[in-house]
């Protein structure tokens, strides 16, 4: 048997980054992962600019009640002129501050005065106060994402925000799946004594793309060596990976081994954890292969320990393991086993803390765990937990 952690280490070090990249616009750019650095060639403010509405003054002639005449009127995206002695000049948020103004005066704090021009109730303002700087947020130079970074919305953002159009990134990686089990059945059709509706084919449809990754569905295959051998040839031959899920157990209706074994080679662990202890590693005519077990509980948690990690890696993202929280626990775990256990758990906030509660029922085929949990928290080997006890937390 392996340990988690071994199992985990061992599937990352064989992870070999895709290196196929293609330039994409950012408006289609979000989950892809940036296969260059992105380097500033610009001032993000590029100019001095008021933070709020009023008065672009020069601090240092401000006096409370004293009226100043304003001399020009500067709206978001005009030019001002030099800020001539002794005048304001009327600002407004974003606006590019005149040359020789060095303060703002919110609007709040001003009057108008009998016979035109403005008073301020303020008899000292700061320099620099209410106006943001050029290069504050981004200077010209600096690295705003890296290479390796999986692009969400404010990175989509910070780059529009330097006038970048096009980006590089790594080509999303093909993914064949399919579903092993001669007791399947698709959603749709008829019950039939015996069989069961195929639950993990439609979670790999969803966690797949969930990771910015292309999906080739091969549908189910029936438990035998002939068409399970068929169905990994196709899958190779379409895709850059294959992920399937059960028939890898050792039982005679278990075929994966032997048909991953005609076609590539397999690595078949018995991994200390549960649910999911046996995990499939290898390859099929040089595709990397992996193969979830078929309880659909044990499938979805192994494809987020393991698969996941793994996919990402090879799809050219840097940080790929997830940040534990570490939480208080709203149950007691009186039993310890020797094995791992990640149980499925949803966060409770009682309006001053946050505790992690418990799906009563854990058992590997109970996939309702799954959808009541918002993540897993792990029970360490030999351990139990009490209530209060601080326990590791990752969300889905
Ligand atoms: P296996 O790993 O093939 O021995 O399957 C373990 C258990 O998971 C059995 O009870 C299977 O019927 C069930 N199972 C396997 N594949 C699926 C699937 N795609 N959808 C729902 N249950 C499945
Ligand atoms: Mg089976």
Known sequence: MK??????????????????????????????????????????????????????????????????????????????????????????????MPEGANAVIMQEEATDAEGGGVKFSVDAVLQNQNVRHIGEDIAIGAVILAKGQRLRAQDLGLVASIGIRDVLVYKPLRIATFSTGSELLEPGEAPEQGKIYNANRYMLAGLVPQLGLELIDLGRVPDNLEATVDALKQAASVADMVITTGGVSVGDEDYIKPAVEQVGRLDLWKVKMKPGKPLAYGDVMGKPFIGLPGNPVSAFTTFHLFAKPYLLRMQGQTSVLPTPIWLKAGFDWPKSGFRREFVRVRLESDGQSTQVKLFPNQGSGILTSAVWADGLAVIPEDSTVSQGDLIAYYAF
């Not at 280490?9 to 980054?17: G, H, V």
């Not at 709020?52 to 978001?76: H, L, P, W």
Request: negative net charge; hydrophobic residues 40%.
């Open 3 to 96: 340990t988690f952690d071994d199992a985990l280490t061992y599937l990352l070090s064989k992870a070999i980054p895709t290196t196929q990249t293609k330039t994409i616009a950012i408006e289609s750019a979000l989950g892809h992962v940036l296969a260059e650095d992105i380097t500033s060639q610009q001032n993000v403010p590029p100019h001095h600019n008021s933070m709020m509405d009023g008065y672009a003054v020069r601090a240092e002639e401000i006096q409370a009640n004293k009226t100043f005449s304003i001399s020009q009127r500067i709206a978001a995206g005009d030019i001002g002129q030099t800020l001539a002695l002794g005048t304001v000049a009327r600002i407004f948020t974003g606006a590019a």
